[in-house]
Every structure is written in C-alpha cells, then in structure tokens.
Nanobody, 127 residues
Framework: QVQLVESGGGSVQAGGSLKLSCAASTYTYSQYCMGWVRQAPGKEREGVAIIDKNGGTAYADSVKGRFTISQDNAKNTLYLQMNSLKPEDKAMYYC?????????????????????WGQGTQVTVSS
C-alpha cells in the first residue's frame, strides 16, 4: 500500500507560479510510474505529467513548456513546478502512482488505471 500526501496548492493570479509536492509513504520511484492528475470543476480527471524511474517525463499538451515534474528519491517526494499559470489551470491536483509500464503507455493521461491516489490539493488561478 502506498500513501500519497500532496501539499503546495493555493491561489495565485494568472502568470504566477506554484510548486506542488507529494510525499510518499514508501520508496516508490523505482517501482512506479508517478504522475500528477487534475480535475477541474465539471470536468473529468486528466493526466498532467508523469515521470518514470529514470527521470523520463511526459506532459499534457496544455501544460508543456509551463509545468515541470520532478522527483527527489532520497526524500520520496514528487514535485510539480507550475509556471505561467492560466485560469484554465484551476483544478484539484492529485498525485498518483501506477505500475511502471503506465509511463510507457500512450494512454497515461487517462484517469483510469492509477493504483494509488493522494487526497488532492486545490489550485486556483484568478484572471
């Protein structure tokens, strides 16, 4: 069982930055595909970014060039640096973990198939 706890959400103006953190209860990064998934009001969850055990990353087109996913293996912590935030980035952001193979799947951005979820952290962006 993997427990994930997010932090770092908040309210910012458009153009601002936030850094989300996700602390894992166990060492996850050599065994799991780690990712950030968000859910905006009235919309389905969507994958934002993923990172594999070798540091390979992938991003949703909507956040490419603005968001950066990273991990600190020594701290069992996953991060999401979000820059140039837009009002459409407003959502609940979840940390998630899945079998490593998910990182190499073309369907990683879909909401299904994640084994473990955090409780979420809210990001609000005002225009």
């Amino acid at each position: 069982q993997v427990q994930l706890v997010e932090s770092g959400g908040g309210s910012v103006q458009a153009g601002g930055s936030l850094k989300l953190s996700c602390a894992a209860s166990t060492y996850t990064y050599s065994q799991y595909c780690m990712g950030w998934v968000r859910q905006a009001p009235g919309k389905e969850r969507e994958g934002v970014a993923i990172i594999d055990k070798n540091g390979g990353t992938a991003y949703a087109d909507s956040v490419k060039g603005r968001f950066t996913i990273s991990q600190d293996n020594a701290k069992n912590t996953l991060y999401l640096q979000m820059n140039s935030l837009k009002p459409e980035d407003k959502a609940m952001y979840y940390c998630a973990a899945a079998p490593l193979i998910r990182c190499y799947s073309g369907s990683w951005s879909l909401p299904e198939g994640w084994n473990y979820w955090g409780q979420g952290t809210q990001v609000t962006v005002s225009s």
